[in-house]
């Protein structure tokens, strides 16, 4: 694993002042995921993304993915197809000492629930499906099982110290083909009032939060490499470490 210096500890403090309240105790990073959905129907691919709502105390009024924080019993819920075998394995490295597979697949999970509550794409196979969990009760209404083995894990980053909230967030893509049911009304949750399908470069013109933005740089990097996002790509970690925030490469 190669790592890049990119800023200073004072210097993300002042950029990221702009996403969200800085200060809080000491805490540990939750894991959290992200999925950031890509749509190639009209040539250019484009990313959805939506715009958090005012009040919410973790970056309120900035455009983001849909993407959360992980319950472990996600890990719990039955699955059309599992996670690719290399991106599992690029999940579980990453997941440090405390990997294992129902956790990497609760992980992945948790971006496809919030992508549901948030945006109302249920991603999936057309299937009956049934479950106990009132979080996932809305794909057994509809038909649809969940999978996972489109999924691409694309980076990994981890929310600096001195913020309200800290979050150990994986950012996933998969493209919009890979959705088997789209709600008219959008998710269940308030969470995103609007949502934007945008080109990359016109993505980057939203309010969006400097993670986000890194987050856009290094997704159209790797489809310029590899346009079809096929596994085995190269994954950036960001983390601060030694009072400097750096870029990994697994």
Same mark, same amino acid.
Request: hydrophobic residues 40%; aromatic residues 6%.
């Given at each position: 694993?190669?790592?890049?210096?990119?800023?200073?500890?004072?210097?993300?403090?002042?950029?990221?002042?702009?996403?969200?309240?800085?200060g809080?105790k000491?805490?540990?990073?939750?894991?959290?995921?992200?999925?950031?959905?890509?749509?190639?129907s009209?040539?250019?691919p484009?990313?959805?993304? &939506?715009?958090?709502?005012?009040?919410?105390?973790?970056?309120?009024?900035?455009?983001?993915?849909?993407?959360?924080? +992980?319950?472990?019993?996600d890990?719990?819920?039955a699955?059309?197809t599992g996670l690719?075998?290399?991106?599992?394995r690029?999940?579980? +490295?990453?997941?440090?000492?405390?990997?294992?597979?129902?956790?990497?697949?609760?992980?992945?999970?948790s971006?496809?629930?919030e992508?549901?509550?948030?945006?109302?794409?249920?991603?999936?196979?057309?299937?009956?499906?049934?479950?106990?969990?009132?979080?996932?009760?809305g794909?057994?209404?509809a &038909?649809?099982?969940?999978?996972?083995?489109?999924m691409?894990?694309?980076?990994?980053?981890?929310?600096?110290p001195?913020?309200?909230?800290?979050?150990? +967030?994986?950012?996933?893509?998969?493209w919009?083909?890979?959705?088997a049911?789209?709600?008219?009304?959008?998710?269940?949750?308030?969470?995103?009032?609007?949502l934007?399908?945008?080109?990359?470069?016109?993505?980057?013109?939203?309010?969006?939060?400097?993670? +986000?933005?890194?987050?856009?740089?290094?997704?159209?990097?790797?489809?310029?490499a590899?346009?079809?996002?096929?596994?085995?790509?190269?994954?950036?970690?960001?983390?601060?470490?030694?009072?400097?925030?750096?870029?990994?490469?697994?």
């Open positions: 694993m190669t790592t890049k210096h990119i800023m200073t500890r004072a210097e993300v403090d002042k950029a990221e002042s702009k996403d969200f309240a800085l809080g000491p805490m540990r990073p939750r894991d959290a995921a992200t999925l950031i959905m890509l749509d190639r009209n040539g250019k484009h990313v959805l993304l &939506g715009k958090r709502h005012e009040k919410h105390a973790f970056m309120p009024g900035k455009f983001v993915f849909p993407g959360g924080r +992980t319950d472990p019993h890990g719990q819920i699955v059309a690719h075998p290399e991106e599992e690029k999940l579980l +490295t990453l997941a440090g000492s405390r990997a294992n597979a129902t956790r990497a697949k609760a992980i992945a999970m971006a496809v629930r992508t549901y509550e948030e945006a109302g794409l249920l991603i999936g196979k057309k299937a009956p499906f049934s479950t106990n969990r009132p979080a996932w009760e794909f057994a209404q &038909g649809v099982t969940p999978s996972l083995s489109e691409r894990l694309v980076a990994r980053a981890v929310t600096p001195g913020r309200v909230r800290r979050f150990d +967030t994986r950012f996933f893509s998969i919009r083909d890979e959705v049911v789209e709600l008219a009304d959008g998710g269940p949750t308030n969470e995103l009032q609007e934007v399908w945008l080109p990359l470069p016109q993505a980057r013109d939203l309010d969006i939060p400097m993670i +986000t933005r890194t987050i856009l740089d290094e997704l159209e990097k790797q489809l310029a590899n346009p079809d996002l096929e596994p085995g790509t190269p994954v950036p970690y960001f983390r601060m470490l030694h009072g400097r925030f750096v870029r990994a490469t697994l």
